[in-house]
C-alpha cells in the first residue's frame, strides 16, 4: 500500500467537510425529520428514483422535503 502525503492545510478542510457531512446526515435521520428518513429508504429502495442530481431535487421537494 502507498503512502498517501497530503498537507495539514487540505486535511484540516477534508475533516471539516467531513464533520459537515457527519451532521448533515445525523440532522436527516432525526426524530423531527422523519419524512426525509422515509424519502432516503425509498430512495434506496428504487435507486432508479435519483438518476440524476435534478431528478432526485425534484422527487424531494414533491414530497415535502425543503431542499437547500
Known amino acids: 500500500m502507498e503512502t498517501l502525503n497530503i498537507s495539514k492545510e487540505k486535511f ?9 457531512l457527519i451532521d448533515d446526515v445525523e440532522s436527516a435521520l432525526s ?30 421537494k414533491k414530497r415535502s422535503v425543503k431542499i437547500e
Open 12 to 20: 484540516s478542510k477534508i475533516l471539516e467537510d467531513f464533520e459537515m
Open 31 to 60: 426524530k423531527e425529520n422523519l419524512i426525509v428518513r422515509k424519502r432516503i429508504n425509498d430512495i434506496k429502495k428504487n435507486p432508479s428514483i435519483g438518476g440524476s442530481e435534478t431528478d432526485l431535487d425534484l422527487y424531494l
